[in-house]
């Protein structure tokens, strides 16, 4: 009789261990998966000494993305970053950055070195999507038709523009070409 309460005894107290420990595994699975971080693919190019695709955390800014492509190039348009990209701008899955070289963009002349060359995106492509003026590139604004080099300048040298009517007063672009714009571009 004392070996059959031992035996019982026994095998409660396996199952009783074995569902405790099966318990704790499943908590702890679960808090495993609550506190795994979300991230992003985002991708930078141009003036940065490491380009390409990169994974990051979902709260990661524009700043960290240069960080991971080990910072800028020594050749790139800093006066540019300054003035057009926001390091602390959230970064959105799939994003891609764009950092222009110095001699992409000059200043004072407001050309654009012949060196780069362009991709013309159709009306259809861009009003899927519209490019936004106040942020994009040279390399997005040369795409739009009517647009070459020396516009694209004026638009980076006279931005922000609030709306379309500011962009009509402000760009010093011909109203012909701003009409064909209208419906592709976004502020």
């Known amino acids: 009789m004392t070996a059959l309460v031992c035996l019982l005894t026994g095998v409660f107290v396996y199952f009783t261990y074995k569902e405790y420990t099966a318990a704790q595994t499943t908590v702890s699975l ?104 106040n942020q994009a590139a040279v390399e997005e604004l040369v795409t739009l038709t009517g647009i070459g080099d020396a516009y694209a300048a004026r638009i980076i040298k006279n931005r922000p523009f609030a709306n379309l009517d500011d962009f009509r007063q402000r760009s010093q672009i011909p109203e012909k070409t701003i009409n064909a714009l209208s419906s592709l571009i976004t502020f």
């Open 30 to 133: 679960e808090v495993q998966d609550k506190t795994q971080e979300m991230s992003v693919f985002a991708e930078v190019s141009g003036a940065v000494n490491k380009p390409g695709l990169f994974e990051l955390s979902e709260n990661s800014r524009v700043a960290d993305l240069i960080r991971a492509a080990d910072g800028l190039s020594t050749k790139a348009d800093t006066t540019w970053i300054s003035q057009n990209l926001n390091l602390a701008q959230k970064l959105a899955d799939s994003q891609k950055i764009y950092i222009p070289f110095e001699w992409e963009i000059v200043e004072s002349t407001g050309v654009v070195s012949p060196l780069v060359s362009y991709n013309v995106v159709d009306s259809a492509q861009a009003s899927e999507s519209g490019i936004n003026i």
